[in-house]
């Protein structure tokens, strides 16, 4: 996925980029719902990476595909998987309807402190963070 946005701060080899809205933004149903909230202008502090840019200047920012896949997954689909597999294995073992039902709730915690503890340890990895790949070229 790829954003573009104004720097806006630079300070020890960091960015502070503010997010521009794209044309995107106006046919989206949920459009109204990022001016409520605030986040209609999104800053992110990014690390500039040798990169010579200046405040003032536009740049564009790129989240690789793989890594929002793979957030994805580990958000969506892991407890989903976990859990539903805890419900079979109970089903198919007690024949209760009940028990298949508790082990599918207690699944689908157990995978959110994983994901939890997952993000302790590797939240700040920078497999899952935006990068600046360089000045805009167009404006």
């Given at each position: ?64 595909a793989r890594s929002l896949l793979s957030a ?16 079979f294995v109970v089903f198919h073992h007690m ?18 402190l994983c994901i939890m503890v997952f993000d ?20």
């Amino acid at each position: 996925m790829r954003e573009s946005g104004q720097i806006i701060e630079i300070r020890e080899g960091f960015a502070l980029v503010c997010l521009n809205t794209t044309a995107s933004c106006a046919s989206c149903a949920a459009s109204g719902m990022c001016h409520i909230s605030g986040t209609a202008k999104r800053q992110i502090r990014l690390p500039l990476n040798g990169l010579s840019v200046e405040v003032g200047d536009f740049v564009d920012i790129e989240t690789p595909a793989r890594s929002l896949l793979s957030a994805a997954f580990l958000i969506f689909i892991f407890p989903l998987l976990l859990s539903g597999t805890a419900y079979f294995v109970v089903f198919h073992h007690m024949q209760s309807q009940g028990w298949a039902l508790v082990a599918f709730f207690v699944c689908f915690i157990i995978a959110e402190l994983c994901i939890m503890v997952f993000d302790r340890l590797f939240g700040r990895s920078t497999f899952f963070e935006p990068k600046i790949i360089g000045k805009k070229t167009e404006y």
